[in-house]
């Protein structure tokens, strides 16, 4: 997802990877897709943006805490 002069654009996903605890230490990827769309008004655009990456990027955090200290 990149910013500029050109628009912002939603084509690589957001992916967080959480550690599985374990005798045998598993990770999970999981990738978010943010779609958008373009109003042509750039600040509004970055900002629901980040509004939404911020909102994934939350619930990774919610469902493994310990791994975000």
Same mark, same amino acid.
């Not at 990877?17 to 970055?46: F, K, S």
């Given at each position: 997802?990149?910013?500029?002069?050109?628009?912002?654009?939603?084509?690589?996903?957001?992916?967080?990877?959480?550690?599985?605890?374990?005798?045998?230490? $598993?990770?999970? &990827?999981? +990738?978010?897709?943010?779609?958008? @769309?373009?109003?042509?008004?750039?600040?509004? #655009?970055? $900002?629901?943006? &980040?509004? +939404?990456?911020?909102?994934?990027? @939350?619930?990774?955090?919610?469902?493994?805490? #310990?791994?975000?200290?």
């Amino acid at each position: 997802m990149v910013a500029s002069d050109r628009g912002v654009t939603a084509e690589r996903p957001r992916v967080f990877v959480i550690r599985r605890p374990g005798w045998h230490q $598993r990770y999970v &990827l999981e +990738a978010h897709r943010l779609d958008l @769309e373009r109003t042509g008004d750039l600040e509004a #655009d970055t $900002r629901a943006m &980040l509004t +939404a990456y911020h909102a994934i990027r @939350e619930e990774a955090i919610m469902s493994a805490p #310990d791994q975000y200290s």
